[in-house]
T-cell receptor, first 111, second 114 residues
Framework: LAKTTQPISMDSYEGQEVNITCSHN???????ITWYQQFPSQGPRFIIQ???TKVTNEVASLFIPADRKSSTLSLPRVSLSDTAVYYC????????????FGKGTKLSVIP | EPEVTQTPSHQVTQMGQEVILRCVPI?????FYWYRQILGQKVEFLVS????????KSEIFDDQFSVERPDGSNFTLKIRSTKLEDSAMYFC????????????FGPGTRLTVL
């Protein structure tokens, strides 16, 4: 499994765009970048996944440069309810059955 | 929207007692998982289950732990003789055959061992 590195914490004001960068220098050819979100006292929730370039859904955008050694999760116009821990994972599409979570990035949205 | 459910939401037990944590995965999912999260720490993988057998298990999942799918809907985690260090939030998750990396997590059971 490729190791991922992301900031421990970030603060943002409501209404701002938040970008969380994840480094994965040793990502394997078959690995996808997958992001999960965890609210306090809840289970993690899948947000978005991508292989390269840009992926967008109703929650977030994911930017992956051509070398795939890093990725950026972008949350547009955050609100207080986006306060959560965000995890970046590098996962093989048909590989390990398990999800290996790091410490994630604790995002605090300030009014 | 279908969701994973878990019962109980909170379980308090005495050290050495057996506990069974219950989960109802999403109905058309075939892959099931248990994770735990000790307060303030990372989410840790315990075990994965497919086709009525364990697919993978971590070092945490020792002989005190077992899983079972007793019927077509429930998926259980049993801890035979609980220890203080088993106190944690236990999450059940499931996924379907096509979404390899998208697991759906339940709300968790908070286990407190006294």
């Amino acid at each position: 499994l490729a190791k991922t590195t992301q900031p421990i914490s970030m603060d943002s004001y409501e209404g701002q765009e938040v970008n969380i960068t994840c480094s994965h220098n040793n990502i394997a050819t078959n690995d996808y970048i997958t992001w999960y979100q965890q609210f306090p006292s809840q289970g993690p929730r899948f947000i978005i996944q991508g292989y390269k370039t840009k992926v967008t859904n109703e929650v977030a955008s994911l930017f992956i440069p051509a070398d795939r050694k890093s990725s950026t999760l972008s949350l547009p116009r955050v609100s207080l309810s986006d306060t959560a821990v965000y995890y970046c994972l590098a996962l093989g599409e048909a590989g390990s059955y398990q999800l290996t979570f790091g410490k994630g990035t604790k995002l605090s949205v300030i009014p | 929207e279908p969701e994973v459910t878990q019962t109980p939401s909170h379980q308090v037990t005495q050290m050495g007692q057996e506990v069974i944590l219950r989960c109802v995965p999403i109905s058309n999912h075939l892959y099931f998982y248990w994770y735990r999260q000790i307060l303030g720490q990372k989410v840790e993988f315990l075990v994965s289950f497919y086709n009525n057998e364990i697919s993978e298990k971590s070092e945490i999942f020792d002989d005190q732990f077992s899983v079972e799918r007793p019927d077509g809907s429930n998926f259980t985690l049993k801890i035979r003789s609980t220890k203080l260090e088993d106190s944690a939030m236990y999450f059940c998750a499931s996924r379907d055959s096509s979404s390899y990396n998208e697991q759906f997590f339940g709300p968790g059971t908070r286990l407190t061992v006294l």
